[in-house]
T-cell receptor, first 112, second 109 residues
């Protein structure tokens, strides 16, 4: 039982490049989330998916798109990366059982 | 969004108890109080949550004030592995959580 996995762990992009961050969970959770964490800051919600086939904007959605590919997978896409998107990105999932969000290990993204 | 107030940082000696306070004066009657922690270079992890009564689990205890406007996370014997940022938040369900900047706990020998 791997929990929540994220790929890649690290990525460096040039301004204007695109990339997709992948997230998968094996806990059969309905809800999945993407957060970003800037140095010294709390987590800010980018997008979430309450169930397969639905996605909603969070606090800071500009510059991002998401896809809930199936119940297990939720990807985050940066179409044209900007230096302001340099951050650590965390994926999380939520299940009713323990009433807690489970987080992945994060992707550290640097945009030059 | 949940509005909580936590100290920016706290220090503790190893094997001593630690009391991490949190004020949440705008909490509603149906909101649960949640605590998460984030170890260095890792994602946040669930610690404990509660509604009205004090709660205990293998990681910590949660003491909730009678008026529910504040709570305290208690680590009974801090270890070096407990050094982390501790986040307090509240919500009707853990499906909708917001995270502030938390309390950075330093544990020394």
């Amino acid at each position: 039982n791997a929990g929540v996995t994220q790929t890649p762990k690290f990525q460096v992009l040039k301004t204007g490049q695109s990339m997709t961050l992948q997230c998968a969970q094996d806990m059969n959770h309905n809800s999945m989330y993407w957060y970003r964490q800037d140095p010294g800051m709390g987590l800010r919600l980018i997008y979430y998916s309450a169930s397969e086939g639905t996605t909603d904007k969070g606090e800071v959605p500009n510059g991002y798109n998401v896809s809930r590919l199936n119940k297990r997978e939720f990807s985050l896409r940066l179409e044209s990366a900007a230096p302001s998107q340099t951050s650590v990105y965390f994926c999380a999932s939520f299940g009713q059982g323990r009433g807690a969000q489970y987080f992945g290990p994060g992707t550290r993204l640097t945009v030059l | 969004d949940a509005k909580t107030t936590q100290p920016n940082s706290m220090e503790s000696n190893e094997e001593e108890p630690v009391h991490l306070p949190c004020n949440h004066s705008t909490i509603s009657g149906t909101d649960y109080i949640h605590w998460y922690r984030q170890l260095p270079s890792q994602g946040p992890e669930y610690v404990i949550h509660g509604l009205t009564s004090n709660v205990n689990n293998r990681m910590a205890s949660l003491a909730i004030a009678e008026d529910r406007k504040s709570s305290t996370l208690i680590l009974h014997r801090a270890t070096l592995r407990d050094a982390a940022v501790y986040y307090c938040t509240y919500a009707g369900t853990a499906s909708k959580l917001t995270f502030g900047t938390g309390t950075r706990l330093q544990v020394t020998l």
